[in-house]
């Protein structure tokens, strides 16, 4: 069984930082590409951040120079670090792992985080 666990979301003030986690199991994390996604109420789920195995990461421009993805292999997990949030930055926060070999992926349950003041 493959199992992703997001934690770390929560209400926070604009401008503040807040970081969410995600801990995978039930995979061999090192193989593969990693993403956070978003969505907000009414909205599509749009793609973050994501840390593929070969080649750069990419976030997208609304929370460049805010958000930062980062994992840990050998605590399989994918963090995102956010800073300087906006209201505009509420959603359920979402963890995305793919197996390249073979497009399959996994996500996990979401973690809410609400930036209000």
């Known amino acids: 069984q493959v199992q992703l666990v997001e934690s770390g979301g929560g209400l926070v003030q604009p401008g503040e930082s807040l970081r969410v986690s995600c801990v995978a199991s039930?995979?061999?994390?090192?193989?593969?590409?990693v993403a956070w996604y978003r969505q907000a109420p009414g909205t599509q789920r749009e793609l973050v951040a994501k840390?593929?195995?070969?080649?750069?990461?990419e976030h997208v421009a609304s929370v460049k120079g805010r958000f930062t993805i980062s994992r840990d292999n050998a605590k399989n997990t994918v963090f995102l670090q956010m800073n300087s949030l906006k209201p505009e930055d509420t959603a359920v926060y979402y963890c995305?792992?793919?197996?390249?070999?073979?497009?399959?992926?996994?996500w996990g349950q979401g973690t809410q985080v609400t930036v209000s003041s």
């Open positions: 995305n792992v793919k197996y390249p070999i073979l497009a399959k992926s996994y």
């Open positions: 840390m593929p195995r070969v080649g750069s990461t």
């Open positions: 039930g995979i061999t994390f090192s193989d593969y590409d």
